[in-house]
């Protein structure tokens, strides 16, 4: 066993260059002291590794991985077991190409379907997206590579992300925003949870000692290392006495402003030396590990192409279906839509995967022995309207038996760094499928999407089978769904809404240029549809498979649930049909009890199973009084209602097959809140109630700072001569110039990035010097921009 290396055994200027990476993706080595560099690379749903570039924004190339299935896909299948076998998998590839932490899972909640980055996410609810996440955690430190948690917390758009001010209310913040975390850190320990760009509550997240030290590390026993996403630390010193361990990217600067902390008393060498212990034995973890690798990547190729084949196809949601699927082999089809040739297969930002190969839906369809005709029925880069293309498909679909129509997001309209503009599919795709279906009934529309998109042609097609985003393998995968060889067994993890409307956050989504304000409260997704009585698109849980199935009555373990214990909800399901089948089965809460305000559901319990044909099971599923628990902010922590509540058991949000009645022995009679508060915040006198204090006043645009945007200061001389520079210095290949959607990426991310960020991310190209001389003269004060030159000289 390897003798621990103790911080405090170094010097202080040795601690505090620990403290910041060496480079974009490793940590500072120290070898005369026997402390290696650690390796870091983008994930999870496949690694992101440049092991020479050194270029955040993406965007530059990196080796070939195999590209899993997204977060979005992924969480379709709601089988924990199959996010462990691809974290797995991930983990191997990680160890097999020398990267020692996978920055992933992404675990934020979905709030609003138009996040721009929803498609790295798991899910609207924290049970079943801390319950994946703990599973990809798992998977991925199986081989001895640490999983990073991100992006910690309340990270729920793209809009302003590098500057937002995220106020949200204490107990829609543990309940909702916090508690998938909690999850995934207490029930699989990852190495690393990543700090979030955006503020909470006036807090960055990188300075918040509440969040960093007083809920993940004192109340949730996290004991690992603590990283700043990249560029996202606001003020050095405050965030090391906060729990921030590591600063990243490296050459930020900052060790001048560590140093004049601790001179001045501001800063405590204790917390110093904890931080340099953190970096410290993670890199020595990481290189004890490294002896253990054992298999090449060329090794892994194939079986892990096999499984983003196998995960792509069985996340896979069948939305609608009158009997048209699964196909018959020797169906004539028209494949429609240049997604069949062109696949949308992943999202664009820093999570974008070079796969190790790459499978189209024609390719596979007609190696699977279909006979088929193709028309390409939109651009698919923009997708901008082309009549003559949807009479080519329409020509096209007439002469078959069955048309699939293949339609979906481009790149350019979901990516990181910028929020969706609205819900609709391009309006080519929405006219393609309606001009298609009019000439052929038997028409099946795929979807490959990242989120939840308007279907106004839904009841006019024979089926809807949606892809998501499905990976390198994305093309067999679909053939495998639409001919069942594998069963498109995915069940929706998150609602798809009827209209944008519908979605409680969206009056307060994205909100303004400092602040945005979760008015909505718990209410996000099923929560607030099965609440207030509004009808989905398609519910939360929903997924058809094939076959069909029957359940008996439901039956609980006991009639009563007392503070730490549990139960088991017990329904007896027969496969009916001619096929394997899966189900879901899903239990909701309704609290009776009237202690306190709640959504009409809330997910407590799920499990997965397979039945052969003919079979018949009994299917069990856990619920914990945990999970029954609300937050009492009174005394600032979990409590348990003493009352009734009804175990729903069900197929989705909105279909309920059984209930059952149990009485909760909890200690909670009463809350501050009260059952009859009202659900969402419209008013302000409602929502300083629900905040416990005053409505926080955003923070002023002016006087410039170094938080001020490259935008922000974008109408004054120097800014608009500043951004000019930084768009010429920025690491922009040839090929993310042809991307449209890293083009915009590159470009929101240069109009959002707060000042500092110039010091932060240029790897000592531009000096904290020079950026106070950018906002003194942004703010017409040209004395003080020489001032802090010549000071800093």
């Given at each position: 066993m390897t003798t621990r290396i103790d911080a405090t055994s170094l010097s202080t200027d040795e601690q505090l260059s620990l403290l910041s990476g060496a480079d974009f993706w490793r940590t500072r080595a120290l070898p005369e002291h026997g402390i290696p560099a650690a390796m870091m690379a983008d994930g999870p749903h496949g690694l992101r590794a440049q092991l020479e570039a050194t270029d955040h924004l993406g965007l530059a190339s990196s080796v070939a991985a195999t590209c899993f299935p997204p977060a979005a896909t992924l969480a379709s299948s709601w089988s924990p077991e199959l996010v462990l076998e691809v974290g797995e998998a991930v983990g191997r590839e990680a160890r097999a190409l020398g990267v020692d932490v996978v920055l992933g899972p992404g675990m934020n909640i979905k709030r609003h379907p138009l996040c721009g980055r929803n498609f790295e996410y798991y899910s609207e609810d924290p049970l079943l997206s801390g319950l994946l996440a703990a599973?990809?955690?798992?998977?991925?430190?199986?081989?001895?590579?640490?999983?990073?948690?991100?992006?910690?917390?309340?990270?729920?758009?793209?809009?302003?992300?590098?500057?937002?001010?995220?106020?949200?209310d204490e107990r829609t913040l543990h309940e909702l925003y916090l508690r998938g975390f909690e999850i995934?850190?207490?029930?699989?320990?990852?190495?690393?949870?990543?700090?979030?760009?955006?503020?909470?509550?006036?807090?960055?997240?990188?300075?918040?000692?509440?969040?960093?030290?007083?809920?993940?590390r004192e109340r949730w026993g996290f004991d690992g290392i603590v990283v700043s996403d990249w560029g996202a630390t606001a003020d050095r010193p405050a965030a090391v006495t906060a729990g921030m361990d590591l600063e990243m990217p490296g050459g930020a600067g900052t060790e001048p402003a560590l140093r004049a902390a601790l001179a001045a008393g501001a800063l405590d060498?204790?917390?110093?030396?904890?931080?340099?212990?953190?970096?410290?034995?993670?890199?020595?973890?990481?290189?004890?590990?490294?002896?253990?690798?054992?298999?090449?990547?060329?090794?892994?190729?194939?079986?892990?192409?096999?499984?983003?084949?196998?995960?792509?196809?069985?996340?896979?949601?069948?939305?609608?279906?009158?009997?048209?699927?699964?196909?018959?082999?020797?169906?004539?089809?028209?494949?429609?839509?240049?997604?069949?040739?062109?696949?949308?297969?992943?999202?664009?930002?820093?999570?974008?995967?070079?796969?190790?190969?790459?499978?189209?839906?024609?390719?596979?369809?007609e190696a699977a022995g279909l006979e088929v005709t193709y028309a390409p029925g939109y651009e698919p880069v923009r997708s901008a309207p082309d009549a003559a293309l949807i009479a080519e498909a329409v020509a096209v679909a007439r002469a078959a038996e069955v048309a699939i129509v293949m339609v979906g997001l481009p790149g350019i309209a979901e990516s990181e760094g910028f929020d969706r503009e609205t819900l609709?599919?391009?309006?080519?795709?929405?006219?393609?499928?309606?001009?298609?279906?009019?000439?052929?009934?038997?028409?099946?529309?795929?979807?490959?999407?990242?989120?939840?998109?308007?279907?106004?042609?839904?009841?006019?097609?024979?089926?809807?089978?949606?892809?998501?985003?499905?990976?390198?393998?994305?093309?067999?995968?679909?053939?495998d769904a639409l001919l069942g060889v594998v069963e498109p067994a995915g069940r929706l993890a998150e609602t798809w809404p009827a209209a944008q409307a519908d979605v409680a956050a969206d009056p307060f989504f994205p909100g303004d240029l400092a602040q945005v304000h979760y008015r909505e409260g718990l209410f996000v997704g099923y929560r607030h549809a099965t609440t207030a009585g509004v009808s989905p698109a398609f519910a939360f849980g929903h997924g058809l498979g094939y076959g069909s199935s029957r359940w008996g009555s439901a039956r609980a373990s006991t009639a009563t649930l007392a503070e730490g214990g549990g139960l088991t909800v017990a329904v007896e399901v027969t496969n009916t049909g001619s096929t394997p089948r899966t189900e879901v089965v899903q239990v909701y809460a309704?609290?009776?009890?009237?202690?306190?305000?709640?959504?009409?559901?809330?997910?407590?319990?799920?499990?997965?199973?397979?039945?052969?044909?003919?079979?018949?099971?009994?299917?069990?599923?856990?619920?914990?009084?945990?999970?029954?628990?609300?937050?009492?902010?009174?005394v600032h922590d979990w409590v348990l209602?003493?009352?009734?509540?009804?175990?729903?058991?069900?197929?989705?949000?909105?279909?309920?097959?059984?209930?059952?009645?149990?009485?909760?022995?909890?200690?909670?009679?009463?809350?501050?809140?009260?059952?009859?508060?009202?659900?969402?915040?419209?008013?302000?006198?409602?929502?300083?109630?629900?905040?416990?204090?005053?409505?926080?006043?955003?923070?002023?645009?002016?006087?410039?700072?170094?938080?001020?945007?490259?935008?922000?200061?974008?109408?004054?001389?120097?800014?608009?001569?500043?951004?000019?520079?930084?768009?010429?210095?920025?690491?922009?290949?040839?090929?993310?110039?042809?991307?449209?959607?890293?083009?915009a990426l590159i470009e929101r991310s240069i109009d959002e990035l707060p000042l500092r960020g110039l010091a932060q991310m240029s790897q000592g190209k531009l000096s904290w010097a020079v950026v106070d001389a950018v906002v003194a003269l942004a703010n017409r004060r040209p004395l003080r921009a020489v001032a802090s030159l010549v000071r800093r000289r």
């Open positions: 599973s990809a955690v798992r998977g991925i430190q199986s081989a001895g590579v640490g999983a990073c948690l991100k992006h910690f917390a309340v990270n729920n758009q793209e809009h302003r992300r590098f500057v937002i001010d995220a106020i949200v995934a850190v207490r029930t699989s320990a990852p190495r690393m949870v990543m700090a979030a760009y955006n503020r909470v509550n006036g807090d960055h997240a990188t300075d918040a000692r509440w969040l960093l030290t007083g809920v993940l060498p204790a917390d110093v030396a904890r931080s340099a212990q953190h970096v410290i034995d993670l890199a020595v973890q990481a290189r004890d590990a490294r002896a253990d690798a054992s298999r090449t990547m060329a090794e892994l190729l194939d079986p892990h192409d096999a499984l983003a084949r196998r995960a792509a196809a069985s996340s896979s949601v069948v939305l609608t279906n009158d009997g048209i699927l699964p196909l018959a082999p020797a169906t004539r089809v028209a494949l429609i839509g240049a997604f069949a040739e062109s696949p949308r297969y992943q999202g664009s930002g820093s999570s974008l995967v070079t796969p190790t190969r790459l499978t189209t839906a024609r390719a596979a369809l609709a599919l391009p309006a080519q795709h929405d006219a393609l499928v309606e001009a298609v279906a009019a000439a052929n009934p038997r028409t099946v529309v795929v979807l490959s999407v990242g989120a939840p998109v308007l279907l106004p042609w839904r009841d006019e097609v024979a089926a809807v089978l949606v892809s998501y985003l499905g990976g390198q393998a994305s093309g067999g995968a679909l053939a309704h609290d009776r009890s009237g202690v306190v305000l709640r959504p009409r559901r809330e997910l407590v319990g799920f499990a997965r199973a397979t039945l052969a044909p003919g079979e018949t099971r009994t299917v069990e599923v856990a619920v914990t009084a945990d999970a029954l628990r609300f937050w009492d902010v009174r209602p003493r009352g009734p509540v009804d175990l729903e058991v069900a197929h989705s949000s909105e279909t309920i097959e059984a209930v059952v009645a149990i009485d909760v022995l909890g200690t909670a009679s009463d809350s501050a809140e009260g059952p009859s508060t009202a659900a969402i915040a419209a008013s302000d006198e409602q929502w300083a109630r629900r905040l416990g204090r005053a409505i926080p006043s955003p923070a002023p645009a002016r006087p410039f700072t170094r938080e001020s945007t490259l935008g922000d200061i974008g109408g004054t001389l120097v800014g608009r001569a500043l951004r000019g520079a930084v768009v010429r210095m920025a690491p922009v290949s040839d090929e993310d110039r042809a991307d449209p959607a890293s083009l």
